[in-house]
């Protein structure tokens, strides 16, 4: 639930106010809110949370983790995104059968 | 040590290791708070590696554990309405309410999305006017600022048609409940990482010092593990009793002001409940006057929902590190991720999954 994933920001962008910008992890690009880190620039590394950026880290640092991350089948989180926010799309992520 | 060569880091692995066998002269008993660093214990067999007389027991990290039998239930009151449309991350799908899990509830035709983001709520309001989006907010302190962004952006683009079902419980009191019980017997703490890369650490030194406990904010991945460990024995042989920072490079002791400041501006501390273990005082946030408006349990008129926990189910001593997983006669029985009856069973952050999908099927020699 805490997890953060660390990923690379590649675009900056101004959403109605509202800094966000877009994230790369591995092959996946995701929208990220950057309000929390107000010093980050285009090209630097960030661990994400629940589509928020929460803190800066290094490169390496970011690479490492991500590697683990994939280890341990934690990045199913990312695939569950914004398909389901279009109207009648279907939702991919919650209808995993029951058992 | 059959997992370490797995380690990617094996041999900074195996040179804590050996420190800590040097360092350790008698029994310690260690907590990790978080639900992820009990999932990487679990996965890549930490426990196993450490000398025996050191024992990990697994705290009360998994926000979707804790969250309170009744909420569920009121979430799948408010999911199953018409007019809504019911949000959330993916982990609270499984969990189950007294009577069956949102899935189901979905499945019986209600409108519930998985969300990455809070953020998306907002998308999915000013395309569904019509509809009331309600997401269910939940999370330590790491997701605050997240949940806290969707309230303030709501009344902020003046979008009437969102609110938030909120059970959002923090790190510091649930580690004093822990040291305030009589049969606690943890004795140092692995402080949760991305809770303080937003609240820092100062929070954690009032609490070392009032207890005399060390606690050191580690990180998750199974070195950082093993440093945490290291540092918390060491302190405890020295019979010092402080906060140490494993996890520099994500966490300072400030932790992220911008952050802080607009959860505070949305949200108050007040008492919460947390399944398993009943009500904290001062364990949780709670949506402060000026956002009550967006008060999903007040919108929709929840409030008389009130549920008991089934009886066999000992999660809330699991969550309290009181027992272990295997202690429970439902455990890989009647109990399964497949069948969960208790929340510590469904996230695979929760100490009973997380023993199960490692094949921590029986009871292990350490700490019998
Ligand atoms: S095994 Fe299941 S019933 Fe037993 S404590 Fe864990 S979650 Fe509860």
């Known amino acids: 639930m805490c997890l953060g994933i660390p990923g690379q920001v590649v675009l900056l962008e101004n959403a109605g106010g509202l800094r966000m910008g877009k994230v790369r992890f591995g092959g996946i690009v995701r929208d990220a809110c950057l309000e929390y880190v107000p010093e980050v620039a285009e090209g630097d590394y960030v661990i994400v949370h629940a589509g928020f950026a929460i803190s800066r880290v290094d490169e390496q640092e970011a690479a490492r983790t991500y590697q683990l991350l994939e280890e341990m089948g934690q990045l199913a989180e990312l695939d569950q995104a914004d398909v389901d926010v279009e109207p009648g799309g279907n939702d991919s992520a919650g209808s995993k059968p029951d058992g | ?368």
């Not at chain 2, 395309?127 to 330590?140: L, M, N, S």
């Not at chain 2, 929070?203 to 093993?226: M, N, W």
């Not at chain 2, 947390?274 to 402060?288: A, C, E, H, M, T």
């Open chain 2, 1 to 368: 040590m059959k997992y370490l060569d797995e380690y990617r880091d094996a041999d900074l692995a195996r040179r804590l290791l050996k420190e800590i066998q040097q360092v350790q002269r008698r029994p310690w008993v260690l907590m990790e708070v978080c639900g992820g660093q009990t999932h990487s214990i679990v996965k890549y067999g930490v426990d196993d590696l450490l000398p025996r007389d050191i024992e990990l027991v697994h705290g009360p990290g998994c926000p979707v554990c804790v969250t309170p039998l009744e909420l569920i239930d009121k979430a799948h009151a408010i999911a199953a309405r018409r007019d809504v449309i019911f949000c959330s991350f993916g982990d609270m799908l499984r969990v189950p309410g007294s009577e069956c899990d949102l899935l189901t509830v979905k499945s019986r035709g209600a409108d519930v999305r998985v969300v990455y983001s809070p953020l998306d709520c907002l998308k999915l309001a000013r395309k569904h006017p019509e509809k009331q989006v309600v997401f269910f907010a939940i999370g330590f302190e790491t997701t605050a600022p997240a949940n806290a962004m969707l309230v303030w952006r709501a009344k902020q683009e003046g979008i009437r048609n969102v609110s938030v079902l909120v059970s959002h419980v923090l790190v510091p009191p649930a580690i004093e409940a822990i040291l305030d019980s009589p049969w606690n017997r943890v004795q140092g703490f692995l402080g949760p990482g991305h809770v303080c890369a937003i609240m820092g650490y100062r929070e954690y030194e009032e609490i070392s010092a009032r207890y005399k406990v060390p606690i050191v904010i580690t990180g998750f991945e199974p070195v950082d593990l093993l440093e945490g460990v290291l540092m918390t024995i060491r302190q405890l042989e020295e019979g010092q009793a402080r906060v140490e920072n494993q996890y520099v490079r994500a966490v300072t002791r400030e932790g992220n002001q911008a952050a802080q400041e607009l959860v505070a501006k949305v949200f108050e501390v007040g008492e919460r409940k947390w399944r398993g273990v009943g009500p904290i005082p001062n364990s949780g946030y709670r949506l402060r006057e000026e956002f009550s408006g967006f008060d999903a349990e007040r919108r929709f008129d929840v409030a008389a929902i009130d549920t008991q926990e089934p009886s066999v189910c000992i999660s809330g001593e699991v969550l309290r590190g009181v027992r272990k997983p295997h202690d429970c006669p439902a455990f890989g029985n009647d109990c399964t991720p497949e069948h969960p009856l208790g929340a510590t069973m469904v996230s695979s952050e929760g100490a009973c999954a997380a023993y199960y999908l490692y094949g921590r099927r029986q009871k292990t020699t350490v700490g019998g």
